[in-house]
């Protein structure tokens, strides 16, 4: 198997029980059954008993040698191997040959010393691509430290402050590098966590009880690292201070991209947008390779435009994508990702919330194996290739995706809205029904898979089960203007007899798309296939009561948040009218696109 996960099978939830049981409730209290740990001894970047990631994590910074040449517009320097971990090139440390450094205009490759030089422009983040085998220095808060910004007279005066002037160009400008075998090794565990979006130090607080607990408590990810898709905090860019502190708790490297909500909106021009996010986290696009992965990270957010912002790259962030594309060899894989996607389902025709130059950067990607990951949407999506759907072609001139697309969810799920849990953190089911966690991406050489963790849990969870009934169906109508302040809905999984030509069976599969299956045995019978509700050949979004996840929705009207009335992975099976009177067992076996099982059951009444 490619994924290091197995089949979970969990007990049947009875009467009430299991309309709570994956939502009301909270992942936590539904983890059962058996399951496996998400690593195993032999996987890179895994921590051994009795030590920890951040014990002997290899931290730094990059090397700046001051110069006083104001007219200076080059930079120099040399990429080498810090044996002493000083950050500070000595003597007999020797140079990294053939690694690429770029401006985020150019790119170069380091000589057979490691030396680089390139133009210099105000404004520009010079970075090194780490190489494989390799990992750069973090700081105390395990930010991964590989970039310096040249602002010679700092930013424009900015409410968040932006960057401090860094005065001339440097005398020479050193990137310290480590060797690290795990870092090498083709197998790689890649934590993807979208929009932790906290807007104060409360939401910080969510943050740190939900998904930073859990990946403290993961020892899979120590090469790869995680990689944070923007809208880091929410719109306070003070609370960056705080966010740090949580990268803190992580057993690898954090990186970070900029969303929409990580922008300076007193800034006038793009060219200072980041400029707060940039001193804070990081340079605002760039790659690194680890293992058989070449990871780049882009910023997809321009503005100012008009009164907002819009999904675009713009023309020197994709001239630099291609330049960084071609230094790639032939047998890596390429993860892309952007805070905003390049397309997603939840906004279908939106030339807003999908990415402008779509048709070019598949162009660039053509040919290589690749799997592209965004934030944004508050949405789990899993969209394959050969996926279409109305909106693409007609605003973007994409008739079908050309390979994986995946849209992570957010840390925050539905902005941190709905019904408070006792482990700390509110429901905030998102607005497919899906909830908050991060995607793992596992890397096999070349060939790469997903797996979702959903906050508090281990990893057995991947789907919610409900009923969607007449009575339900009423009941939505009503109230769906309602956001929380709708009645409960009475009796969720019952049916009358009489109803039973119209009710079915759904299975919210999270991390579900084209290639999954869902199979359904009622009260112990032959497996019966389930009907995917979004089929994504080229139709439009179906919403509404008749498509929508009805265990979240049930959270969602009474407590609050986004209505789950549309979902690319929701599943549906109509339930035989001839069940008798009584209470009935349904076991759901949900498959995905790389033969992973998952099974949960539900247990369900039928009224005389």
């Not at 009430?16 to 998400?38: E, F, H, I, N, R």
Request: net charge negative; hydrophobic share 35%.
């Amino acid at each position: 198997m490619d994924l290091l996960r197995v089949r979970v099978a969990r007990p049947a939830a009875t009467g009430a029980v299991l309309a709570a049981a994956a939502l009301l409730a909270g992942p936590a209290a539904v983890a059962q059954g058996d399951s496996t740990t998400q690593s195993d001894s032999t996987s890179p970047g895994t921590t051994q008993a009795g030590s920890g990631w951040n014990d002997d994590a290899y931290r730094g910074e990059v090397e700046v040698i001051p110069g006083d040449d104001e007219a200076a517009d080059m930079v120099s320097g040399v990429v080498f191997e810090d044996a002493d971990r000083s950050s500070t090139h000595d003597d007999g440390e020797k140079g990294v040959a053939g690694v690429q450094v770029s401006n985020g205009r150019d790119v170069v490759t380091t000589d057979s010393h490691g030396r680089y030089e390139l133009p210099l422009e105000d404004g520009m983040d010079v970075f090194v691509t780490q190489p494989r085998g390799y990992q750069v220095p973090v700081d105390e808060d395990n930010v991964a430290q590989f970039a310096y910004t040249h602002m010679p007279q700092g930013s424009p005066e900015l409410e968040y402050g932006g960057l401090e002037p860094t005065g001339p160009a440097p005398e020479a400008l050193n990137f310290p590098l480590e060797k690290d075998k795990d870092a090498k090794h083709p197998h790689q565990s890649c934590v993807i966590g979208g929009d932790v979006q906290t807007y104060d130090e409360d939401e910080v607080e969510y943050a740190r009880a939900g998904a930073f607990s859990d990946l403290a408590a993961r020892e899979d990810y120590g090469s790869c690292g995680a990689l944070f898709i923007g809208d880091v905090v929410g719109d306070d860019l003070a609370l960056y201070d705080s966010i740090r502190e949580l990268s803190g708790m992580l057993n690898g490297p954090a990186r970070f991209l900029p969303g929409n909500h990580d922008l300076d909106f007193d800034a006038e021009s793009r060219e200072h947008s980041v400029d707060t996010f940039r001193a804070q986290l990081g340079p605002q696009y760039y790659s690194y390779d680890v293992g058989k992965l070449h990871v780049v990270a882009l910023n997809s957010i321009e503005y100012p435009v008009g009164d907002g912002y819009n999904g675009a790259l713009g023309e020197r962030q994709l001239g630099w994508l291609r330049r960084d594309i071609a230094e790639v060899p032939e047998d890596r894989a390429i993860v892309l990702a952007t805070h905003i996607p390049l397309l997603n389902f939840a906004d279908q025709g939106s030339d807003v919330h999908q990415v402008d130059e779509v048709a070019e950067i598949y162009e660039i990607l053509e040919g290589r194996e690749v799997i592209t990951v965004g934030g944004h949407t508050h949405s789990i999506e899993n969209l394959r290739a050969g996926d279409s759907l109305t909106g693409w072609e007609e605003t973007f001139g994409v008739e079908e995706l050309p390979f994986t697309h995946l849209t992570a969810g957010a840390i925050s799920g539905d902005w941190f809205s709905g019904e408070m849990l006792d482990e700390g953190y509110p429901t905030a089911i998102q607005r497919d029904g899906g909830v908050p966690g991060v995607i793992t991406l596992e890397a096999r050489g070349e060939h790469i898979t997903e797996r979702f963790t959903a906050r508090g849990d281990d990893g057995s969870t991947q789907m919610s089960l409900g009923l969607n009934t007449p009575a339900y169906r009423d009941w939505f109508t009503a109230h769906e203007d309602d956001a929380g302040e709708a009645p409960e809905f009475e009796s969720p999984l019952e049916v009358p007899q009489e109803d039973l030509g119209e009710a079915w069976l759904t299975a919210n599969f999270w991390m579900g798309g084209t290639g999954s299956t869902v199979e359904v045995s009622l009260d112990g019978g032959e497996p019966v296939e389930a009907e995917r509700t979004q089929q994504m050949q080229g139709e439009g979004q179906r919403v509404g009561a008749e498509h929508s996840d009805p265990t979240a929705v049930q959270q969602q009207l009474v407590h609050g948040g986004s209505i789950a009335d549309r979902s690319m992975h929701l599943w549906r099976l109509d339930l035989p009218e001839d069940l008798e009177p009584g209470a009935h067992t349904a076991e759901v076996t949900a498959t995905d696109v790389h033969g992973e099982e998952f099974t949960d059951s539900v247990e369900f009444e039928v009224t005389d």
